[in-house]
């Protein structure tokens, strides 16, 4: 397995954690977390550098502005939330029939690939 830049497995799921630049006296020593709302690794992999290239452009804008660290952490929550909106629709089938299926619902815990039965078999996609 890979290793990905500061996210990690806390708990139920992954998180993004990162220091924040010492270039601030008041963010010293100080980490920025928030949560990637996923249980899946393969989710986590997508977003993990997404939130990580956002945090880089930020950086700068920390030490010469005044941004508190809750601005920091909403702004790297908004990219989480926008990017899993985009991987949600990307995932969900077109099928209209199946889109309500609990199967397909991101909050049971993991999105679940449909079974389909041929005969006496049962094949996953």
Request: proline content about 6%; some cysteine; aromatic content about 6%.
């Amino acid at each position: 397995m890979a290793r990905l830049n500061h996210t990690m497995h806390r708990g139920a799921v992954y998180v993004w954690r990162r220091r924040l630049p010492a270039g601030h006296p008041s963010y010293k020593g100080k980490y920025v977390q928030i949560s990637l709302r996923t249980k899946e690794l393969s989710t986590a992999e997508v977003l993990g550098p997404l939130v990580n290239t956002a945090f880089n452009d930020i950086i700068k804008p920390m030490l010469t502005e005044a941004i508190t660290l809750e601005d920091v952490k909403t702004y790297l929550d908004s990219v989480v939330q926008t990017h899993l909106a985009e991987i949600d629709a990307v995932a969900r089938p077109q099928d209209e029939s199946l889109r309500n299926c609990p199967l397909w619902d991101r909050s049971a815990g993991s999105v679940q690939r449909p079974v389909h039965l041929t005969g006496q078999e049962q094949k996953t996609i």
